[in-house]
C-alpha cells in the first residue's frame, strides 16, 4: 500500500492487466476505511481514462475530489496527466451493495 507522507489517502493496487488498473483509495491513519475505488483502462495512443467510484459512506464532498484525483495521478500515472489532456476520469458517488460472481448452473 503506498503512502507518502501528509497525504489523506493511501492507494492499493487490487487489479492489474495488460490494459487496465483497479485501486481502491484509503482514509489516512489508523481506522483506514475505503473512500473510493478507481478503475483505470490504458488506450491506444498513450491516453488514459478512469472510472472513480467515491464511496457515499466517506462523507467527502466534490472540492476533495481534484486533490484525490492528483494524488493517483502523480504516484501511478508518471505518463500522462489531466491538464495535458492525456487522462481523463469520470467520477461518480456511489455504495457497494455487494460482489457478484459468476457461478455454474445446473440447467
Not at 496527466?81 to 458517488?93: F, H, I
Request: proline share 6%; hydrophobic share 40%; charged share 20%.
Amino acid at each position: 500500500m503506498n503512502q507518502p507522507a501528509g497525504r489523506a489517502v493511501a492507494w492499493r493496487r487490487t487489479l492489474r492487466t495488460p490494459s487496465s488498473e483497479r485501486f481502491l483509495a484509503l482514509s489516512a491513519g489508523p481506522d483506514a476505511a475505503e473512500v473510493a475505488a478507481v478503475d483505470i483502462h490504458y488506450l491506444p495512443g498513450g491516453t488514459v481514462t478512469g472510472t472513480v467510484v467515491l464511496l457515499e459512506s466517506a462523507g467527502w464532498t466534490e472540492e476533495r475530489i481534484p486533490a484525490l484525483l492528483r494524488s493517483l495521478d502523480e504516484e501511478f500515472l508518471p505518463d500522462v496527466d489531466l491538464e495535458s489532456g492525456s487522462l481523463t476520469y469520470t467520477v461518480v458517488v456511489g455504495r457497494v451493495l455487494g460482489n457478484f460472481e459468476a457461478s455454474a448452473t445446473g440447467d
